[in-house]
């Protein structure tokens, strides 16, 4: 799968995720302090799935009815890199083929599927 790691994520779940076989693009490594429209719409134009912690990807997603391929909001007690680790391995066990195109609230206690996403183009 294709992965656009958040700065906010962080580059210890970027490096997990290659480790296990996936295409990533970490933000903390190649691109610090890109606004979060440009983010979503290089995540959107290049088919990658964003995981984040910022809110805000709602706002632009729900409001503004920006497109996007994918969104994974990680909303845990711990945010530590560990901690969104075992999250997103409970998530890619139990869900993986249900990721792209949908706006996803990843907890501590499960997995919300909050928005079926609205084709790009």
Known sequence: MRFLVDECV???????????GHEVFSVYEA??????ADIL???????WILITTDKDFGEQVFRERRPHRG????????????NQIR?????LQGHAEQLAD???????TGVRFAYVGMPSG
């Open 10 to 20: 962080g580059p210890t779940v970027a490096h997990w995720l290659r480790q296990k």
């Open 31 to 36: 691109a610090r302090g890109t606004e979060d």
């Open 41 to 47: 719409r290089k995540a959107n134009d290049e088919n």
């Open 71 to 82: 969104i994974i909001l990680l909303r845990l007690q711990d945010e530590r890199a560990p």
């Open 87 to 91: 999250a997103i391995r409970h998530l």
């Open 102 to 108: 949908r706006f996803l609230v990843v907890t501590d």
